[in-house]
């Protein structure tokens, strides 16, 4: 019996280790003139990583904390200090990471300020995330060639990991007050943000453009009122991606490292122009969709075989989810809090997702922060959470579903309703890849039994079978070393599963 066995490499991505850990981070501001601190309206901090390397058993993150606070000096006017922070963390594993590439997450946690001395005290902790990843490979009999091994296949969708590539750029451009709004006396609040607009794959390749927008609320000269502006620009990038193919999809993500603004001074000593330089961390995903001949199971029907077995992850994207949806809240502030709104932005705090009869569910908290003067002309500066759920059905039926997301604020706006309610809508956007995950046991190796006598040379006999409906024709062949093709046949069978009780006849040796 010579049997000639195909097999196929399964690519799959394996976690070798993953931890949480607190990062701690104090610093001290020194402002223009701390001796003029009235009050401190808001203490902003804004974390991100920008390096990170696994070895041996120990994982090293570092990053920077940039840390905004906004105050009033003693003439109720509003002013703003910067300060970068760096930090590192290093994580004990207790096994060896060398072939592990690190994947690192930081969010931001509650911050406290006070006033010292020195200008203002900042201290508090961030979360990080930290997760090491290897691609392994599994071999799979996808085709076995032998006419006395019966084989039970099947055709399985899999998504298969290529590859990971990241890259750091600056992008430098130079951005404009509008026409008509006066000059700018001092910063207030900056922020950045990247969109990912277009991916292409160019000869191995991954090319990836999108939008940078930036966002300045200052002080305008001889005013004690702030304005804003925003201004956008275009980047690309190419990253490299191991195994990357043009038959290949990419996740893309683009994140603001940092934002430096420089002001730009005309010839009559007035700022309505920054040089802005923005660090940006392009990272891809790319993975194929395939459709993998696999072996469930297998035997001999003229003499024995030993077959391996080894149960595999088959993961699988079912759909890409790109939405924004809507959600509302009635915000309501003490007698006089709210005269008019200078400011107001939004943040995404505490998302998580589950599955829930079959439904996909994120839900989490959106972070209100406002700036305004109140009845008195007095600025203040508020933080009100808005609870969210976000609901999908996937379209295809999954049997153990999982998913990716990433949630950011698209839009936020709001209406004054009344003396001290304020009506705020905020219009998140999910970006979500729902995968559903088949364990199967599949034969990862068969060989010839020589320790069982060969039944070729025997003569054939009939056995006579009475199968109940709901049993399968494979089953029924396998009990009996028999054929599952000569089974049909004889009997003028079609269906692989009975529909009814039946008499069978089955051909043995």
């Known amino acids: 019996m010579d049997i000639n066995i195909t097999k196929h490499r399964i690519k799959t991505e394996e976690s070798l280790f993953c931890e949480s850990a ?154 404009s007050v509008g026409n008509g709004q006066p000059s700018v006396e001092h910063l207030i609040r900056q922020n950045a943000c990247a969109v990912v607009d277009e991916v292409k794959i160019i000869s191995g390749k991954v090319m990836v453009k999108g939008t940078v927008k930036v966002y300045v609320l200052y002080l305008p000269e001889e005013s004690t009122r702030p304005q804003s502006f925003e201004d956008s ?30 002001p730009r001074v005309s010839n009559d000593d007035d700022i309505r122009a920054f040089a802005v330089a923005i660090k940006l961390n392009v990272s891809v995903k790319a993975y194929c969709d395939s459709d993998i001949p696999v072996i469930l199971d297998a035997y001999s029907t003229s003499g024995g075989c030993r077959v391996e077995r080894n149960e595999i992850l088959f993961k699988k994207i079912q759909e890409n989810v790109n939405e924004r949806f809507i959600t ?53 500066c508020y933080e009100r959470p808005i609870d969210f759920e976000y609901i999908y059905t996937p379209k295809a039926e999954l049997s153990s579903p999982s998913a990716v997301f990433n949630m950011t604020v698209a839009h936020c706006s709001y209406t004054i309703t009344g003396a001290n309610t304020l009506s705020v ?49 494979w089953d029924i062949a396998r009990r009996y070393n028999s054929s599952v093709k000569e089974i049909k046949e004889l009997n003028m069978v079609a269906d692989d599963v009975l529909k009814e009780n039946r008499k069978f006849i089955i051909p043995t040796k």
């Open 22 to 175: 607190e990062v701690p981070f104090e610093s001290t501001i020194t402002t223009v003139n701390s001796s003029g601190i009235r009050r401190i309206l808001k203490c902003c901090h804004k974390a991100s990583v920008t390096s990170k390397n696994a070895s041996d058993r120990t994982v090293t993150v570092e990053g920077t904390v940039m840390i905004c606070v906004i105050y009033l000096d003693e003439d109720n006017c509003i002013h703003s200090a910067e300060h970068a922070v760096p930090y590192t963390k290093v994580i004990e594993a207790d096994k060896d990471l060398n072939m592990g590439e690190v994947w690192a997450e930081i969010t931001d946690e509650k911050a406290s300020c006070k006033i010292c001395d020195n200008g203002i005290s900042v201290s508090g902790t961030l979360c990080l995330s930290v997760c090491v990843k290897t691609f392994t490979e599994n071999e799979v009999i996808c085709d076995i060639d032998c006419k006395s091994i019966e084989q039970l296949s099947s055709l399985t969708g899999v998504t298969l990991p290529m590859g990971r590539g990241e890259k750091n750029l600056i992008v430098e451009e130079e951005i």
């Open 328 to 380: 509302k809240k009635n915000l309501e502030f003490t007698d006089g809090a709210i005269g008019s709104v200078i400011d107001m932005w939004c943040e995404i705090k505490n998302a998580s997702y589950k599955f829930e009869n079959k439904t996909l569910k994120i839900s989490g908290t959106i972070t209100v922060n406002l700036l305004a003067f109140d009845c008195d002309g007095v600025p203040a």
């Open 233 to 262: 620009f275009p980047f690309s990038q190419l990253v490299d991606v191991d195994g990357v193919t043009d038959d290949c999809k990419c996740d893309c993500k683009a994140t603001v490292l940092f934002c430096d603004l420089t």
């Open 425 to 473: 809508a905020v219009e998140p956007q999910v970006e979500a890849t729902i995968y559903d995950n088949i364990k199967r046991l599949v034969l990862t190796d068969l060989a010839k039994d020589d320790s069982v006598e060969d039944k070729v040379s025997r003569a054939s006999s009939i056995v006579l079978y009475f199968a109940e409906a709901g049993e399968a024709i």
